[in-house]
Nanobody, 125 residues
Framework: VQLAESGGGLVKAGDFLRLSCAASDTTSRPYSMGWFRQAPGKEREFVGA????????VYSDSVKDRFTIARANAKGPMVLQMSSLKPEDTAVYYCAMDIHQPWMAVTDVKDYDYWGQGTQVTVSS
């Protein structure tokens, strides 16, 4: 399985940005997906997650009401729509796939099986 993020870039505070994560070589089994981010000198932190059907979505408190996660279908790409961006949102954003708990929006970084290479998001003040 390979995951590829796209859509990162340099924006100003208050701007909007949309990230996408596409999975290739997926198995026939369903899977949940998530977004994490890592700023320089900090640990990788949970941003949001969505289960295989899209019926369960969870966000971290720091992005709730500003970020939206969606996936068109169980095998389609996952998107992260980020609005009202803040300088503290600056980080490398990673998407991840969990094949063992597809019914859940998984929040623990340790539970994910596959990771993308990450895409840089920089928010200037």
């Amino acid at each position: 399985v390979q995951l590829a993020e796209s859509g990162g870039g340099l924006v100003k505070a208050g701007d909007f940005l949309r990230l996408s994560c596409a999975a290739s070589d997926t198995t026939s089994r369903p899977y949940s997906m998530g977004w994490f981010r890592q700023a320089p000198g900090k640990e990788r932190e949970f941003v949001g997650a969505i289960n295989w059907s899209g019926s369960s979505i969870v966000y971290s408190d720091s992005v709730k009401d500003r970020f939206t996660i969606a996936r068109a279908n169980a095998k389609g790409p996952m998107v992260l729509q980020m609005s009202s961006l803040k300088p503290e949102d600056t980080a490398v954003y990673y998407c991840a796939m969990d094949i063992h708990q597809p019914w859940m929006a998984v929040t623990d970084v340790k539970d994910y099986d596959y990771w993308g290479q990450g895409t840089q998001v920089t928010v200037s003040s």
